[in-house]
């Protein structure tokens, strides 16, 4: 073997196991940089994240994030991740498609493989977002479409990327019934709001996710898509 296959480096792999990489099965993408904040204190904890991540972020944040938690990942032994393009409640940073492109071109540059979930928000809508430039912050009022047309540029641009080590997924809006009314975003707008995420999904064939923070939440959205 050693003379088919000659190389300038040998590791003496004596008394050490060789096995296949982890896999992260769900990580929200964001979190390596602050999932110690407010540490013990959840509530504070999710509030901080919708605001963080809605308004207080620009790219260099999502860049270094991901970077990140790419390298965190592979010094841990896992090669293959599913990151949510953002966290908290359903607070997806798809108002524009230059930061899911800051987050696959740095996995793409450490060489893990992932599947990024993009997707909308659940409602209501508009939600406000902000782009930072020069220090200051411009808020940007943002549509379910205009999320939408957000997820399909990434999908266009990256799934199946850097030899099918870079690939995108549908993630669907967080909807459970004995939330009823949320600020005026009911049943029937999670009902068109799903059935357009699961549309995008499956013209790109592709695989579509549920958060799984809810017990039940992905019967529930099977039941409103019907």
């Known amino acids: 073997i050693a003379a088919k296959y000659p190389t300038a480096r040998r590791i003496d792999g004596s008394r ?84 899911g492109d800051l987050h696959c071109r740095a996995t793409e540059q450490v060489g893990i493989r992932t599947f990024l979930a993009v997707g909308p928000n659940r409602g209501p809508f508009p939600v406000n977002y902000a782009r930072w430039q020069n220090g200051a912050s411009h808020p940007t009022p943002v549509t379910f479409e205009q999320q939408l047309a957000t997820s399909d540029t990434l999908i266009s641009r990256w799934h199946g ?47 579509g996710l549920d958060a799984f923070h809810i017990g039940g939440s992905v019967k529930n959205v099977l039941l409103v898509l019907g």
């Open 16 to 99: 050490k196991l060789v096995m296949p990489g982890l896999i992260d099965g769900h990580a929200h993408a964001g979190h390596a940089l602050v999932k110690t904040v407010g540490s013990g204190q959840t509530d504070a904890w999710f509030k901080a994240v919708q605001k963080i991540y809605s308004t207080g972020s620009d790219e260099e944040f999502w860049r270094a994030e991901a970077m990140l938690a790419a390298v965190e990942r592979l010094k841990c032994g896992t090669t293959t991740g599913v990151s949510l393009m953002g966290g908290g409640h359903d607070m997806h940073r798809t108002d524009d498609p230059v930061f």
């Open 161 to 207: 990327k850097a030899d099918g080590r870079v690939n995108i997924c549908i993630v669907a809006p967080v909807y459970h019934p004995d939330d009823g009314e949320h600020d005026g975003w009911t049943a029937a707008d999670a009902r068109v709001q799903l059935r357009a995420a699961r549309a995008l999904s499956r013209k790109h064939k592709l695989v």
